[in-house]
Protein backbone atom coordinates (compact mmCIF):
# COMPACT_ATOMS: atom_id res chain seq x y z
CA UNK A 1 0.00 0.00 0.00
CA UNK A 2 1.22 3.23 -0.99
CA UNK A 3 2.09 6.27 1.31
CA UNK A 4 -0.87 8.17 0.36
CA UNK A 5 -3.12 5.34 0.40
CA UNK A 6 -2.27 4.69 3.91
CA UNK A 7 -2.65 8.27 4.77
CA UNK A 8 -6.13 8.71 3.34
CA UNK A 9 -7.22 5.50 5.04
CA UNK A 10 -5.26 6.67 8.61
CA UNK A 11 -7.64 10.32 7.83
CA UNK A 12 -10.95 8.27 7.32
CA UNK A 13 -10.53 5.69 10.35
CA UNK A 14 -9.96 8.54 12.63
CA UNK A 15 -12.94 10.43 11.19
CA UNK A 16 -14.71 7.13 12.09
CA UNK A 17 -13.81 7.05 15.47
CA UNK A 18 -14.57 10.51 15.95
CA UNK A 19 -17.91 10.06 14.49
CA UNK A 20 -18.52 7.17 16.62
CA UNK A 21 -17.68 8.93 19.74
CA UNK A 22 -20.12 11.29 19.24
CA UNK A 23 -22.86 8.96 18.55
CA UNK A 24 -21.88 6.16 21.26
CA UNK A 25 -22.88 6.78 25.02
CA UNK A 26 -19.36 7.61 27.43
CA UNK A 27 -18.23 4.84 29.84
CA UNK A 28 -19.65 6.58 32.29
CA UNK A 29 -23.49 6.31 31.64
CA UNK A 30 -22.63 2.66 31.59
CA UNK A 31 -20.45 2.24 34.42
CA UNK A 32 -22.96 4.14 36.80
CA UNK A 33 -23.12 1.99 40.19
CA UNK A 34 -26.93 0.75 41.69
CA UNK A 35 -26.42 2.37 44.93
CA UNK A 36 -28.96 0.25 46.71
CA UNK A 37 -28.20 -3.27 47.48
CA UNK A 38 -30.93 -5.97 48.96
CA UNK A 39 -30.54 -9.64 50.27
CA UNK A 40 -32.75 -11.93 52.10
CA UNK A 41 -31.45 -14.49 54.51
CA UNK A 42 -34.53 -16.72 53.46
CA UNK A 43 -36.42 -16.71 50.39
CA UNK A 44 -38.85 -19.71 51.55
CA UNK A 45 -40.32 -19.86 54.84
CA UNK A 46 -43.22 -21.15 56.61
CA UNK A 47 -46.12 -19.41 58.49
CA UNK A 48 -44.85 -17.36 61.71
CA UNK A 49 -41.01 -17.82 60.86
CA UNK A 50 -39.00 -14.88 60.83
CA UNK A 51 -36.68 -13.88 57.82
CA UNK A 52 -34.17 -11.07 58.15
CA UNK A 53 -34.20 -8.34 55.17
CA UNK A 54 -31.04 -6.09 54.98
CA UNK A 55 -30.72 -3.15 52.52
CA UNK A 56 -27.37 -1.70 52.06
CA UNK A 57 -26.60 1.70 50.33
CA UNK A 58 -22.91 1.92 48.82
CA UNK A 59 -22.36 5.58 47.72
CA UNK A 60 -21.92 5.53 44.20
CA UNK A 61 -20.76 9.46 43.90
CA UNK A 62 -16.97 11.08 44.31
CA UNK A 63 -17.95 13.04 47.00
CA UNK A 64 -19.28 12.68 50.01
CA UNK A 65 -23.10 11.70 50.52
CA UNK A 66 -24.62 14.02 53.08
CA UNK A 67 -27.96 12.89 53.50
CA UNK A 68 -29.40 9.30 53.26
CA UNK A 69 -32.86 7.98 53.71
CA UNK A 70 -33.21 4.16 52.87
CA UNK A 71 -37.11 2.51 53.39
CA UNK A 72 -38.03 -1.10 53.39
CA UNK A 73 -41.29 -2.33 52.54
CA UNK A 74 -43.92 -5.31 52.18
CA UNK A 75 -45.42 -4.59 48.48
CA UNK A 76 -47.53 -7.64 47.24
CA UNK A 77 -49.23 -9.85 49.70
CA UNK A 78 -48.13 -7.13 52.74
CA UNK A 79 -50.59 -8.01 55.04
CA UNK A 80 -49.00 -11.82 55.55
CA UNK A 81 -46.20 -9.68 57.34
CA UNK A 82 -45.73 -8.02 60.45
CA UNK A 83 -42.57 -6.19 61.45
CA UNK A 84 -40.61 -7.35 64.33
CA UNK A 85 -37.31 -5.69 64.34
CA UNK A 86 -35.29 -3.29 62.98
CA UNK A 87 -31.83 -2.09 63.18
CA UNK A 88 -30.08 0.61 62.16
CA UNK A 89 -33.94 1.78 61.18
CA UNK A 90 -37.00 2.79 62.76
CA UNK A 91 -40.48 1.06 62.51
CA UNK A 92 -42.84 3.64 60.05
CA UNK A 93 -46.53 2.89 59.34
CA UNK A 94 -47.73 -0.54 58.58
CA UNK A 95 -44.79 -2.63 58.76
CA UNK A 96 -42.35 -0.06 56.92
CA UNK A 97 -38.69 0.09 57.99
CA UNK A 98 -36.90 3.69 57.62
CA UNK A 99 -33.61 5.10 58.76
CA UNK A 100 -32.74 8.85 57.62
CA UNK A 101 -28.96 9.72 58.76
CA UNK A 102 -27.06 13.19 58.01
CA UNK A 103 -23.56 11.40 59.17
CA UNK A 104 -21.55 11.58 55.96
CA UNK A 105 -21.36 8.51 54.06
CA UNK A 106 -17.67 9.06 52.06
CA UNK A 107 -17.23 7.87 48.28
CA UNK A 108 -17.60 4.01 47.84
CA UNK A 109 -18.52 3.81 51.82
CA UNK A 110 -21.71 1.85 52.43
CA UNK A 111 -24.59 2.03 55.29
CA UNK A 112 -26.72 -1.03 55.92
CA UNK A 113 -30.54 -1.55 57.65
CA UNK A 114 -32.05 -4.56 58.92
CA UNK A 115 -35.82 -5.56 58.91
CA UNK A 116 -36.70 -8.88 60.42
CA UNK A 117 -40.19 -9.79 59.38
CA UNK A 118 -42.23 -12.17 60.22
CA UNK A 119 -45.08 -14.50 58.38
CA UNK A 120 -48.42 -13.94 59.91
CA UNK A 121 -50.13 -17.90 61.02
CA UNK A 122 -52.12 -19.13 58.14
CA UNK A 123 -50.13 -16.79 55.86
CA UNK A 124 -48.97 -18.50 52.51
CA UNK A 125 -48.32 -17.54 48.87
CA UNK A 126 -45.63 -15.00 47.18
CA UNK A 127 -44.83 -11.63 48.63
CA UNK A 128 -42.04 -8.67 47.55
CA UNK A 129 -40.73 -6.15 49.17
CA UNK A 130 -39.89 -2.97 47.93
CA UNK A 131 -36.62 -0.92 48.65
CA UNK A 132 -35.86 2.71 48.50
CA UNK A 133 -33.57 4.99 48.60
CA UNK A 134 -32.84 8.62 48.53
CA UNK A 135 -29.52 10.43 49.29
CA UNK A 136 -27.58 14.02 48.88
CA UNK A 137 -24.72 14.46 47.84
CA UNK A 138 -22.65 17.78 45.69
CA UNK A 139 -25.36 19.85 46.04
CA UNK A 140 -28.30 17.36 44.32
CA UNK A 141 -30.52 14.71 45.42
CA UNK A 142 -30.98 11.32 44.38
CA UNK A 143 -33.27 8.54 44.94
CA UNK A 144 -33.78 4.95 43.42
CA UNK A 145 -37.26 3.13 44.05
CA UNK A 146 -36.60 -0.57 43.47
CA UNK A 147 -39.77 -2.86 42.99
CA UNK A 148 -40.03 -6.18 44.19
CA UNK A 149 -36.06 -5.66 45.35
CA UNK A 150 -36.96 -9.53 47.38
CA UNK A 151 -39.24 -12.00 46.95
CA UNK A 152 -40.21 -14.21 49.31
CA UNK A 153 -42.89 -17.24 49.24
CA UNK A 154 -44.56 -18.56 52.45
CA UNK A 155 -44.96 -22.31 52.10
CA UNK A 156 -46.99 -24.67 54.32
CA UNK A 157 -44.99 -26.59 56.32
Known sequence: ?????RAVLSG???ALAGVLGLLLPTGTAFAAADPAGYTASKTTLAPEETFVLTATFTNPESTPVI???QGI???VNGGA???EACL???PSGA???VAADST???PGESRSIQATYKAKAGSTGYSTFDGYVYYESGGAGKDKLTPAAVAVTIANP
Do not use: D, E
Open 12 to 14: VLL
Open 95 to 97: NNA
Open 81 to 83: WTL
Open 73 to 75: HPA
Open 104 to 106: PVL
Open 67 to 69: FLW
Open 1 to 5: MSARA
Open 88 to 90: GCT
